[in-house]
């Protein structure tokens, strides 16, 4: 019960239009390789899809995870993609008790998808694909919750910085690309 109500709470934080996170933003339908270290991006349709599945790989120079959607009805790749939101939580740092480095709140992105009718993901296979990732840690593939509303959480090893696009002629992908944040102080 108790994971079940973190989740609500989970999924009210990430949908409240008046928390504290910035104002949201259309995702890029083209690559700028504009990257950032803070966000909050939409895209996708009202309209019913699935998730098919999640992959990760090196594309020139960046690690490149994408998220493959298909039609609800006829489960056709890459035409449609579910309303969806991404939201990227840069980790909270501080110094431990022996003077080093320490996360107190570590760095993730919040995947929240609308209407999803079938989530095809395998989460043995989405756990192996994290010992290919230079940057993501661990992943939680939440439960739906009504209507289909499901959130993907992605924990990192650092805080990133960050592309997100969802390409005109791949209707039906999601393209997150890392690589590390460069802070300047």
Request: hydrophobic share 40%; with cysteine.
């Amino acid at each position: 019960m108790r994971s079940v109500l973190s989740f609500a709470g989970l999924f009210l934080l990430i949908c409240d239009p008046l928390s504290a996170v910035p104002h949201s933003l259309a995702i890029p339908r083209l690559s700028t390789k504009d990257f950032r270290t803070e966000g909050l991006y939409e895209g996708g349709k009202r309209i019913p899809a699935n998730i098919e599945a999640m992959r990760v790989s090196d594309h020139k120079g960046v690690e490149r995870w994408v998220v493959d959607f298909s039609d609800a009805l006829s489960r056709k790749l890459g035409k449609v993609a579910p309303q969806f939101q991404v939201r990227y939580q840069p980790g909270e740092k501080g110094i431990g008790a022996t003077g080093e480095s320490v996360f107190f709140r570590p760095a993730k992105f919040l995947l929240t998808f609308r209407g999803v009718r079938q989530n095809y993901l395998d989460a043995e296979k989405v756990k192996a694909l994290v010992k290919k990732s230079r940057y993501v840690k661990d992943i939680t593939l939440y439960p739906a919750i009504e209507d289909g509303d499901l959130v993907i959480e992605l924990t990192l090893t650092d805080d990133v910085a960050f592309e997100a696009h969802q390409p005109v002629q791949k209707e039906g992908h999601l393209v997150l690309d890392l690589k590390p944040a460069v802070i300047t102080q």
